[in-house]
């Protein structure tokens, strides 16, 4: 079993920072994949990026491409995303997810944290 923590999040201006850390405790080796994704207000959820646990190879959405960076910290089992020139439509909640399989976008994982909310003010 798996227990995801996000922290993080929070209110903050266009072209505004911020970043969200994703904890994880439990049994390591249910995952190897760690992502990111959120939900916007009455909107379907939205992949956004992920990161191997293996080697830190990263994929990301083309939304956030070039203004977000997902990393890790392995010796603390924990994962960021760096969220930079924030836009108001990056308003949403953001929620990091873990799955153990390939690491090359959305689909399904196994694992999920309770969220934590971002808004972003024009």
């Known amino acids: 079993q798996l227990v995801l923590v996000e922290s993080g999040g929070g209110s903050v201006q266009a072209g505004g920072s911020l970043r969200l850390s994703c904890a994880a405790f439990?049994?390591?080796?249910?995952?190897?994949?760690m992502g990111w994704f959120r939900q916007a207000r009455e909107k379907e959820r939205e992949w956004v990026a992920s990161?191997?646990?293996?080697?830190?190879?990263?994929v990301y959405a083309d939304s956030v491409k070039g203004r977000f960076t997902i990393s890790q910290d392995n010796a603390k089992n924990t994962v960021y995303l760096q969220m930079n020139s924030l836009k108001p439509e990056d308003t949403a909640m953001y929620y990091c997810?873990?799955?153990?399989?390939?690491?090359?976008?959305?689909?399904?994982?196994?694992?999920w944290g309770q969220g934590t909310q971002v808004t972003v003010s024009s």
């Open positions: 990161i191997y646990s293996g080697d830190g190879s990263t």
């Open positions: 997810a873990a799955r153990f399989g390939n690491c090359n976008g959305g689909g399904t994982y196994n694992y």
């Open positions: 439990g049994y390591m080796y249910s995952y190897n994949c």
